[in-house]
Nanobody, 125 residues
């Protein structure tokens, strides 16, 4: 599967929605995650949606502000980001876990088989 995501530039307190379009197989075949990497830091988990689509999980740093969702008809996964902070600035990656079961999820980068190219999100203060 190939993944492609789009980000952008936003002011602190604003909102942005990231999209990750999949080609090759349907997103419902995978557990889908979002990760991010700030300059000089390790890539970190942000959010995940299970293959069934009924389970979501978030990093503590984004809980209550970010929402992950999926549109099977459009074969796209979204990350709605609200109340953005300068510390959310990073390159964001979507990823697909081919070994995911329907009702579980994984938060480590090594569990994911396919990665998008990454998209820059910049939150200005």
């Amino acid at each position: 599967v190939q993944l492609q995501a789009w980000g952008g530039l936003v002011q602190a307190g604003g909102s942005l929605r990231l999209s990750c379009a999949a080609s090759g197989r349907t997103v419902s075949s995978y557990g889908m995650g979002w990760f991010r990497q700030a300059p000089g830091k390790e890539r970190e988990f942000v959010a995940v949606i299970s293959r069934s689509g009924v389970i979501t999980y978030y990093a503590d740093s984004v809980k209550g502000r970010f929402t992950i969702s999926r549109d099977n008809a459009k074969n796209t996964v979204y990350l709605q980001m609200n109340s953005l902070k300068p510390e959310d600035t990073a390159v964001y990656y979507c990823a697909a876990d081919a070994a995911s079961s329907r009702y579980s999820f994984k938060v480590v980068t090594t569990a994911y088989d396919y990665w998008g190219q990454g998209t820059q999100v910049t939150v200005s203060s």
